[in-house]
């Protein structure tokens, strides 16, 4: 399985991106795929999962109401589109997939993630 994150860049507080993230394999309409964070200086975060249906989509606190997640099977693909930035949003943004049913107990644990994509620099200017 590989993932390719794209679509970062720099963008002005209030602005949008939406990023990408492409993957390889058969079986992409069975994963539960998430995104995550790693601003300079700390932690990688939970952002957003959805499983493999799109059925469910939580999202961090920081993030609801302002990110959406989405996926498209028939082209192995999952988006994350990015609204109202703010410059505390600059990170490495990176997709994940899980071989495994959407779980609601560790959709938002790095651990529940089976493989990772290299990650999408974001970076939001005030």
């Known amino acids: 399985v590989q993932l390719q994150a794209s679509g970062g860049g720099l963008v002005q507080a209030g602005g949008s991106l939406r990023l990408s993230c492409a993957a390889s394999?058969?079986?992409?309409?069975?994963?539960?795929m998430g995104w995550f964070r790693q601003a300079p200086g700390k932690k990688r975060e939970f952002v957003a999962t959805?499983?493999?249906?799109?059925?469910?989509?939580p999202y961090s606190d920081s993030v609801k109401g302002r990110f959406i997640i989405s996926r498209d099977n028939a082209k192995n693909t999952v988006y994350l589109q990015m609204n109202d930035l703010r410059p505390d949003d600059t990170a490495i943004y990176y997709c994940?997939?899980?071989?495994?049913?959407?779980?609601?107990?560790?959709?938002?644990?790095?651990?529940?993630?089976?493989?990772w994509g290299q990650g999408t620099k974001v970076t939001v200017s005030s």
């Open positions: 959805i499983s493999s249906k799109g059925e469910n989509t």
């Open positions: 994940a997939a899980s071989l495994l049913r959407f779980y609601s107990g560790s959709y938002y644990k790095e651990s529940a993630y089976d493989f």
């Open positions: 394999g058969r079986t992409f309409d069975s994963w539960t």
